[in-house]
T-cell receptor, first 116, second 116 residues
Framework: AQSVTQLDSQVPVFEEAPVELRCNYS??????LFWYVQYPNQGLQLLLK??????LVKGINGFEAEFNKSQTSFHLRKPSVHISDTAEYFC??????????????FGQGTRLTINP | DADVTQTPRNRITKTGKRIMLECSQT?????MYWYRQDPGLGLRLIYY???????NKGEISDGYSVSRQAQAKFSLSLESAIPNQTALYFC???????????????FGAGSRLTVL
């Protein structure tokens, strides 16, 4: 079975500073990895995904993540954050052989707060 | 209009009452899911359906039931609500006809349920 650990429950950052949100996973098989963002009072929306190929994945709103198989990590980064990036971010993993979200496991979430 | 619409958005009810949360989608996706979000626990899968005649239990199905009335409609019922079912509930869809799309979820805005 897969599991996901988001290492920080809350991350406060000043506007225009860089940010890294950490995600580690465990799995005995190859995986697909995702980052979703939840803005206040909204549902989750996909930021980016890793299915195969290049380990550096670029997503929406200037975010990127790097898949590191040896360290079983998929950390999310942005070089300069904005107030509008204030949200909760979820890392998720599913076995790569599964077509569908029925085995998708979400992390606990990281609340990113951007201070002016 | 939203791609995935959930009603009601907020509901307060009493222990023992029957509650139905409804979900409809205009994405044309065949796969639909119900999740529950609790602070610090991320999202957990309650039920999922890959077509009208296919219903499957997820990680935490006890105390819940679902109905797939049409390809576009998937409702979640709590037959006798209890306080620990107080949570934020999300409906989501995915496109099983596209290999990579099957794993990518489109979420509704959520239904906040409070059981007193």
């Amino acid at each position: 079975a897969q599991s996901v650990t988001q290492l920080d429950s809350q991350v406060p950052v000043f506007e225009e500073a860089p940010v890294e949100l950490r995600c580690n996973y465990s799995s005995s098989v190859s995986v697909y990895l995702f980052w979703y963002v939840q803005y206040p009072n909204q549902g989750l929306q996909l930021l980016l995904k890793y299915l195969s190929g290049s380990t550096l994945v670029k997503g929406i709103n200037g975010f990127e993540a790097e898949f590191n198989k040896s360290q079983t990590s998929f950390h999310l980064r942005k070089p300069s954050v904005h107030i509008s990036d204030t949200a909760e971010y979820f890392c998720a993993v599913t076995p790569g052989i599964i077509q569908g979200a029925q085995k998708l496991v979400f992390g606990q979430g990281t609340r990113l707060t951007i201070n002016p | 209009d939203a791609d995935v619409t959930q009603t009601p958005r907020n509901r307060i009810t009493k222990t023992g009452k029957r509650i139905m949360l409804e979900c409809s989608q205009t994405k044309g996706h065949d796969r639909m899911y119900w999740y529950r979000q609790d602070p610090g626990l991320g999202l957990r899968l309650i039920y999922y359906s890959f077509d009208v005649k296919d219903i499957n239990k997820g990680e935490i199905s006890d105390g819940y039931s679902v109905s797939r009335q049409a390809q576009a409609k998937f409702s979640l019922s709590l037959e006798s609500a209890i306080p620990n079912q107080t949570a934020l509930y999300f409906c989501a869809t995915s496109d099983g006809t596209v290999k990579s799309g099957a794993n990518v979820l489109t979420f509704g805005a959520g239904s906040r349920l409070t059981v007193l």
